[in-house]
């Protein structure tokens, strides 16, 4: 029988949801925000739920006022009826990431399947989620993909 190693950042998401409110979609997934002088990056997993998307940063062997001090949080939730930016766009020949931007604050979603490290099937995986994104968020600028 294989050892199956629990998933802590699901459970951790899990314990987020409210009553009622179930995971959609989940997938390995990098956040990029561009932020002056040094851009943010951090690895983790993305969670979709019918009213919101929930990015949980995995664990890293960085400092913890180091982190602070780069500014990558442990969680970002974003309301899906607070989004106002919503792009697919091209990244690289053939990869893509999903642009979201909510109340001021944008991010660059990189989803994709692991294992962790590895980020596949990045272009089928960010359509999924773009479409998905786009049926439920509604958002209030017009939603474009530019492939």
């Known amino acids: ?12 998401c899990e314990r987020m949801l409210e009553e009622g409110e179930s995971i959609l979609l989940d997938a ?20 979709l739920t019918d009213s919101r998307l929930i990015w949980i940063r995995r664990w890293a062997a960085l400092p913890a006022d180091l ?13 899906l009826s607070q989004i106002d930016v ?17 109340k001021g604050n944008e991010y ?22 773009f479409n998905r994104l786009q049926t439920l968020a509604r958002p209030k600028a017009p939603s474009d993909s530019k492939q």
């Open 1 to 12: 029988m294989a050892d199956e190693r629990p998933d802590k950042l699901k459970a951790q």
């Open 28 to 47: 390995e997934c990098s956040v990029y925000r561009r932020k002056w002088p040094f851009p943010q990056l951090s690895a983790g997993r993305g969670f």
């Open 67 to 79: 982190l602070r001090r780069m500014s990558i949080p442990d969680v970002i939730e974003i309301s």
């Open 86 to 102: 919503l792009r697919r766009e091209r990244w690289g020949l053939n990869s893509f990431h999903v642009r979201i931007g909510s």
């Open 108 to 129: 660059y979603y990189y989803f994709g399947r692991g294992p962790y490290p590895l980020l596949r099937r990045n272009p089928e995986i960010s359509e999924e989620w």
